[in-house]
């Protein structure tokens, strides 16, 4: 079985060299179920994202985790500066997936 947590760490951290970085396998709350793999939350906080918009902040994420994006279902991103996250403090929590049926 491939595995797709460390492979989004690792690339997030040598990419944005975080000052956090929260990757949740959340596919037990989803139709695939926890063994899948198929859905992921990441919380990341980096310098990297200063003066971005969040559509450029996603972009450069996407681009650094193409290769796993094909082998999951969905990814959820939460992206912040340090000052965004000192005033925000957590991402919200992920909603439960409507459908799928689990191929990935």
Same mark, same amino acid.
């Given at each position: 079985?491939?595995q797709i947590k460390p492979m989004i760490e690792n690339a997030l951290k040598s990419a944005f &060299? ?9 596919? #037990?709350? %989803? /139709? ?6 198929? %859905? ?12 971005? &918009? !969040?559509?450029? &902040?996603? &972009?450069?994420?996407?681009?650094? !985790? =193409?290769?796993? @994006?094909?082998?999951?279902? /969905? !990814?959820? @991103?939460?992206? #912040? ?5 000192? =005033?925000?403090?957590? /991402? ?13």
């Amino acid at each position: 079985m491939s595995q797709i947590k460390p492979m989004i760490e690792n690339a997030l951290k040598s990419a944005f &060299r975080p000052k956090l970085l929260d990757v949740k396998d959340e596919s #037990y709350m %989803h /139709a695939a179920g926890a063994d899948a793999q198929s %859905h992921f939350k990441v919380t990341i906080v980096s310098d990297e994202f200063e003066g971005k &918009r !969040l559509i450029q &902040r996603h &972009r450069s994420v996407n681009r650094v !985790l =193409a290769e796993v @994006l094909g082998q999951i279902h /969905a !990814l959820a @991103l939460h992206t #912040y500066t340090e000052k965004e996250w000192q =005033a925000q403090g957590q /991402a919200p929590d992920s909603p439960h997936c409507m459908g799928g049926g689990g191929s990935v």
